[in-house]
């Protein structure tokens, strides 16, 4: 099982060198000999001989010089350290037993399978194998399968004289490696000599051995043949059972079975080495190791105790070789897992892995730009900084090791040699094959093992029989048990190679690695608690436990269409209408855009995503009352914003969720349905919570989750196009659309991570319960799921028994708690704010230690874990709910500077600490603060702006009134911006006269003070509502005579105009504050005057001149007189709330959501970077030198 190239190749690169020189010299005359010699002998393939090419595999020297052949790509070498050894042994143990098979014969092999047979000389295979003969000195006819590198059929031509030699070799690299290698010049003049023909069937596998053996019986006069199975190929392990099991007169009728499935738990190598099974011996249950082992497993792990004290082997059985060691031979074929010495091997492997461990790290940062205003990602921000300059030398494996994963233990001693050389405090042993388990309990001492591990308070965890589809869920609920922070120190050692098991190997760890980076940190913890509280307080109605059974058989035979927003749902749209009146219709996310356009009103919308950024892409469907007609069906924690858009809202709570498990500590948790697969996207949910409800029939519209053009990701309707077809942001810039996977109407489509996840998430959710599940989508291949394209759709049922079903689904699955108008009361006497605060400030106190040594480091990472775990465990206050996925963050990051060994780590950690304190006490402040606010995060916000700017319509006249040295353009801009261009109009005399109510917009700008005097009797008039008056000093209108005129002001710390504005922009001396972009701020404001009154857009400022910025931000405080807190927004700071609007609301007329802060805003809130494309196209549209109407 040694295969791994780099345990073949010299450690001393110098000498690998002078091996690889030496061994070239020879493959460069062999070719050249070679070639010639099949010009000669057997021209059909002279070519293939001559033009060698390597496109996977290829020859090289081993550090024994020998030659060895590897898959580079897979970096896997096909024979183990010693080939010709290894080799020779095959051929000898071949010749002992030559299996043979007559062309007359009828006889069938007895029960060959033996599957009930546990005793090595019991089973019918060995039986048979023995009654083998030894191959004689003439042999009519040889078969071999597998040519490989050929030393093989050069000591078959020496041993023997053979008449006709058939070899099989589908793998032509195989044979081009041979070529390098093998004296075939030598070889094909011996078999010349000896009268041998040879029939060298390349690129060929064997599965056409029945005829091409009857058409050399037709010419020659033959009984039956030998035949050696080389290595281990899918083929040519059908063909060779076949011709142990069957007579040749059945092979004739019935052929080979190619259709089998594939069984993982028989797995083998493309080369197995050779053992001597005459002097193997089945192992016996009254061993006295396997008995203690029994013993110690009862003891300390009853279950594993329980299920292996009668087991009975099922593919593999345990076999004690002549060197007293254990060894697993497969009972169909004989094939033995391990070489002579599975003790050595195992020994060798840990070698190499003790010099060159692996660790996959962690991924921790995030690079999306939607949630960055979350304090977790802005701690996460800061202290990537740091991340980048610790670079982890992994070196050696340490004597004392954190946490190891071993995925395999074979026979057990991968295991033994580990823990009898390091001492390994977070063991985790997954072995997929029972069999292999079972074996090692023959094989070492797990008595000691166990009994060392529970003295030195070690911990081992033990897996057997997952093949890792599942393994995930297992081993992170133990990480999750002792802080998964822990993953950062862990090292993974896969002690053998299973190809059958790669994919959801590949998996595991890809899944392990993102742990902490997709855990549920601090704000989404505390915005998805916010968020259920207010929608369970509303008395939204809750999906009820055991939902399936709310509804009849004949209900739940209604057909559900789910409705994604992959590029196939256009071609769907069309059987959506025809079937809607019989089946349920489900939009999921950004497919009701599409929906929409093509007049389709769906039964249910279905969100998953908790932040706000899903108001903003429904909002921007524009049609408010369209919205009104749909249901929405969701998981706590939905934006209770969003929630309002809709016509009634159905919530069923998400497992595993901090909003979930604190709700339902409430709650009467038996009374309520937990999804479990309801992520990561809402398709997952919508399949998931359909699927639980009991719904038969689920038909998949768009649910690409990949696509074969990466241009056309989504339905050409939705939002992430223009109306001129072209997207709205790069989706290939910002999604890795390169993975490739299976199609389900094409052979393969393209895909991102994210859909990779969600498919294989739903294929769980399909393999929970049995459906029918039809998949239309021309995207990915889903398991379980039936391809079928919507033409071919026909629903049976009735309109009358769809709304039966909705009726049921609405009235019976779902049901309000009843005492929803008392929750929140409940909610916060249950875990006390006061509490909160408490352990906050002992977690902080407990962080303002010095740190002086790695195990104060540690120290800190435990402490912090148990104080984490004592809050949870007393459950009256929301830390453990609220810092557990930031503090696993936190550990994660320490635990990798503790661990980098580097010289600077000290001063790594007092960074680092400086940052994690900061982050504490600003939790601190908004925790208690802030606790029932909502999410304020957004999506294209200003695309949803329009939308309200475009609804948005005054009732009163609106003047406008500009500085024109500076702005003349503002009337024309605000009118392009209207639904209602004639409600704007020129403040002068004549557009005043006779009305009687107005509103006005003044651009004081640079001429305040004949401005103010020209308008000054208009405004003292009180014909005015209300007034929106822009400018750069608050104070200049303090004496103006407003009368109940609503006057809000907007305060503007610059302005560009020159060329040297535009000079200073670029080097980061000025903010960019220009003309063009004037009108949108005061539109928005102006609809706002009603809730604040004084805006403060925030300023673009390029690069880092942090003196320039800050500068900024002091002439713009020095212009507040007082305030009692302001409200941060996406694009401007609102202050000075007016009476009367709800303290706790915070929104703005143009549907956007801030969040409230105490105190004065910084530069945290008022500086937004300005990239380099946008300062690109700032100074290209100053460089125009005329004024623009818009952007």
Known sequence: MLKDIRMHLEADEGKQADLEQQLSKSIIANHRRNALAFARHIPSIQHEAQNVTSESIAIFANKLGQHNIVDYGMGRTVYGLDPQAEISRQVEEFTRHAPYISLQANKEADDFNGDKVNELKSLPVYQQHMAYQTLPESVDVLVVFGLGLGFHIEKLVQQCRIKHLIIYEPEKQFFQCSVLAMDWQNLLQTMEDKGTAVYLQLEKDGRDLIENVQELASNVAIDGFYFLKHYNHDIFDVVDLGLKQYSWQHLLREGFNFASRKNPNLYLPVWSESIDLERSQSVSKDDPIFIKNLAAFKKYFPDIYGEFKDYQPQEWIPVRLPNDEINLVQKVSLQAFNGESPQHDAAVSFEYFDKYPQKDGLVLGYKGAKLKKYQHYQFVAKTEELLEEVSEDIGQLPETVKSLIMFGIGTGYPVETLCNQKKVEKLFLCEPNRDFFYASLFAIDWETILVNADEQEHRIYINIGDDGSHLFRDLLAQFYSIGPYILASTYFYQSYYNASLNQALAQLREQLQIVISIGEYYDHARFGIAHTT??????????????????????????????GNGPSLDNSIESIKEWQGQAIVVSCGTAL?????????????????????????????????????????????????????????????????SSTVSA?????????????????????????????????????????????????????????????????????????????????????????????VSKEILEQTLASRKLDCFNTSDGAKIQNTSPLTVDNILLTNSAADKEDALTALTQAAFCAYPEAQHYREAFEARYSPKNLEFELAGIIKLVEQPIETVADAEHLIDRQKDMLFASYSHSKSLLFFLLYGTLNYSNSVLSKIVNSRSDAWLAQTERFIDEWLHFLKSVKTTALDNLFSFDFCSSFADKREHVFINNYVSTEQVAVKTDTSLEPLLLGRLKHLAFSPEQFTDWSATSLDGVRQLSGILFLGRNSKSILEEVGDDIASGKFKKLLICGFDPSEIEHLDCKDTIVSYVLLGDFLSSNEDYEALASGEKPLIVAHHLSYVLYKCFMSCEYYRLFIPKANFYGENMVAQQKYVDNIIDCIVETDGFVEFSTYVAMNKRPGINKEDFHDAAGNLGMFFSGIPTANELIVPLSDNALRDELAFHAKGKWHLVD
């Open 534 to 563: 207010e929608t369970i307080s509303r008395g939204y109605p809750l999906l009820l436990a055991h939902p399936a059974k709310k509804l009849t058989h004949q209900q739940k035979e209604v057909p559900v269409f789910i409705v």
């Open 593 to 657: 855009m599409p929906l929409y356009k093509n007049g389709i009103v769906p039964d249910f919308h279905a969100e998953i995503e908790q932040n706000r950024s899903t108001f903003d892409w429904i909002c921007r469907i524009g049609d408010f009352d369209y919205l009104k007609k749909i249901n929405l069906i969701s998981c706590n924690g939905i934006h209770p914003d969003t929630c309002d858009l809709f016509k009634n809202v159905y919530i069923a709570f998400k497992s595993g969720e």
């Open 664 to 756: 339902l500590n409430i709650l009467e948790r038996k009374d309520y349905e937990e999804l479990e697969f309801a992520f990561p996207t809402v398709s997952n949910f919508a399949v998931n919570i359909f699927s639980k409800i009991g719904f038969n029939q689920l038909y998949l519209m768009g649910v690409d989750l990949g696509f074969y053009n990466r241009d056309k990701h989504h339905s050409v309707h939705s939002g992430y196009y223009k109306k001129n077809g072209k997207e709205v942001y790069d989706y290939k810039k910002n999604n890795n659309t390169s993975i490739v996977v299976p199609g389900n109407f094409r052979k393969t489509v393209f895909t991102k991570h994210e859909f990779k």
